[in-house]
């Protein structure tokens, strides 16, 4: 069975820093390039970060450039997310997310997310 | 505020067809494909449509995309209690930034 499964949430002040990691299991994980997409209490989906399968290239938008740091361990099939100087807007589900290449990138295949606050 | 926009919400009666807006711009949907995520509550979002209209293995053939120039949509047919979710389209635009429309809430009356 393909699954993501994400760790690392939890409760953090502002400015301060957590990881996230994703584990990947029943596919190749290094073929895949791999993405973090966030969800705010009640809004919509915003996508945070993107991976190359071989670590070569990363995509951020404005909003977390410098903040936030993907990363992957091919060898772990693992998947993570180093966020620092966090702020209240920054509270959110995290969900790793795979990306199809078949499917013109396309995000096929979701974990079920960590929640992490940022709250004092 | 979200690049792609959406219609907040959208209903229909059991057995009814709807339809879902997405606009957005040359950049995005322009000149680039369109996907679509349906999130049930309390779940992660899953992949419905690849580009513009494609369905993935598993996925009912009463949901359908289309795309013509800036705007995309998404049509669910013979709808079912269970269609009632949140609905995002997505894209990856010309700056290689993924952009989400602001979500549609689809109500089964």
């Known amino acids: 069975e393909v699954l993501l499964v994400e760790s690392g949430g939890g409760l953090v002040k502002p400015g301060g820093s957590l990881r996230l990691s994703c584990a990947a299991s029943?596919?190749?994980?290094?073929?895949?390039?791999m993405n973090w997409v966030r969800q705010a209490p009640g809004k919509g989906l915003e996508w945070v970060s993107s991976?190359?399968?071989?670590?070569?290239?990363?995509y951020q938008p404005d909003s977390v450039k410098g903040r936030f740091t993907i990363s992957r361990d091919n060898a772990k099939n693992s998947l993570f997310l180093e966020m620092n100087d966090l702020k209240a807007a920054d509270t959110a589900i995290y969900y790793c997310?795979?990306?199809?290449?078949?499917?013109?990138?396309?995000?096929?295949?979701w974990g079920q997310g960590t929640m992490v606050t940022v709250s004092s | 505020q979200s690049v792609l926009s959406q219609p907040p919400s959208a209903s229909g009666t059991p057995g009814q067809r709807v339809t879902i807006s997405c606009s957005g711009s040359?950049?995005?949907?322009?000149?680039?494909?369109v996907n679509w995520y349906q999130q049930l509550p309390g779940t992660a979002p899953k992949l419905l449509i690849y580009?513009?209209?494609q369905r993935p293995s598993g996925v009912p053939d009463r949901f359908s995309g289309s795309k013509s120039g800036t705007s995309a949509s998404l049509a669910v047919s013979g709808l079912q209690s269970e269609d009632e979710a949140h609905y995002y389209c997505?894209?990856?635009?010309?700056?290689?930034?993924?952009?989400f429309g602001g979500g549609t809430k689809l109500t089964v009356l």
């Open positions: 997505a894209v990856w635009d010309d700056s290689l930034n993924v952009v």
């Open positions: 040359r950049s995005d949907i322009g000149s680039n494909t």
């Open positions: 991976i190359t399968s071989d670590s070569r290239y990363i």
């Open positions: 580009s513009n209209d």
């Open positions: 997310a795979r990306d199809d290449p078949l499917a013109e990138d396309a995000f096929d295949i």
């Open positions: 029943g596919f190749t994980f290094s073929s895949y390039n």
